[in-house]
């Protein structure tokens, strides 16, 4: 938006030209003017807005892993999304581990590790990342631990530069103080999303998954992921690939368990995917 334009002041007008006065027998008296101060704009009685009801806070749900937890979320998408009740029905329930498998730090470290990898060599660059690790201790990966490795060391067992680049960042992000375990797990998800998404290499789509299955939120509803958005497509028949504003107004019904529902999805183009493969092997094979 430009910049307001500036009120320009009135042109000013020239004084009338003065006359000179003659002697007449006519004598004038030199008149006092006074002037009168300029009168206050009106001022009109503030009106204060409205009154409205504040927006119901939603409960905070306990995590994915406490009893319970599933079923109710099952309970609530079946009841909300006829479509979703029949992939629910056709599909085993998710689990989650009964706590959280690694502080927030190890989890983040691992999903660097992961990005855009196929599973078995994510596995086995992550065992060796271990292995670089001292043993001593329960949970090796710590700040300090990973500080100490340089970027050749975190070469030598497939990790890029530019990965070796991310793991310092965060490393050096928790060792300062400005993340730690207990900060993560406090924040929701805008602070999370603002917070993490500073470390080099972290996205939107890291924190979405960091929350799911690292702090197994129940209500995350990752929009940017190519499984959950083909799985929307699939479920409603869509046309053409949602757009994430779109995937958000679309799953508003999952709510507050959109990562279960999401869960869903990524099954859902599973089984798609499965069922594709037996198709084109039955008719290979007539």
């Not at 008149?31 to 009168?36: E, F, G, P, S």
């Not at 924040?187 to 603002?194: H, I, K, T, V």
């Not at 279960?260 to 007539?286: D, P």
Request: hydrophobic fraction near 45%; proline fraction near 10%; charged fraction near 20%.
């Amino acid at each position: 938006m430009g910049r307001p334009a500036r009120s320009r002041s009135p042109a000013t007008v020239p004084p009338p030209p003065t006359t000179e006065l003659r002697s007449t027998n006519i004598s004038f008296r030199s008149r006092k003017i006074v002037k009168t101060p300029p009168g206050k704009p009106l001022t009109t009685a503030a009106v204060a807005p409205p009154l409205t009801e504040p927006a119901p806070l939603l409960p905070v749900l306990p995590a994915l892993s406490s009893p319970g937890a599933i079923a109710a979320a099952l309970s609530h998408l079946q009841a909300a999304d006829p479509l979703l009740s029949a992939v629910i029905a056709s599909t085993e329930p998710p689990t989650f581990a009964a706590s959280p498998s690694l502080p927030a730090f190890h989890s983040l470290a691992r999903s660097i590790l992961y990005q855009q990898l196929a599973t078995a060599a994510a596995d086995a660059i992550y065992a060796r990342f271990l292995e670089l690790l001292p043993a001593a201790v329960s949970d090796g990966v710590t700040p300090a631990a990973v500080l100490a490795l340089a970027t050749a060391d975190l070469r030598t067992i497939g990790v890029s530069g530019r990965k070796a680049s991310y793991l310092h960042d965060l490393a050096t992000r928790f060792a300062a103080g400005e993340l730690s375990d207990s900060a993560v797990a406090a924040m929701d998800e805008s602070a999370l999303l603002a917070e993490l998404t500073k470390v080099k290499g972290v996205g939107e789509w890291t924190v979405h998954m960091f929350m799911i299955f690292s702090l197994q939120r129940p209500d995350v509803l990752p929009c940017g992921d190519l499984g959950v958005r083909k799985g929307v497509q699939e479920l409603y028949n869509l046309k053409t690939l949602p757009k994430p504003e779109e995937m958000a107004a679309l799953c508003e019904r999952w709510r507050p368990y959109r990562s279960v529902g999401a869960w869903y999805m990524w099954r859902l183009m599973e089984s798609k995917g499965a069922a594709a493969k037996k198709k084109k092997k039955g008719n290979a094979s007539s």
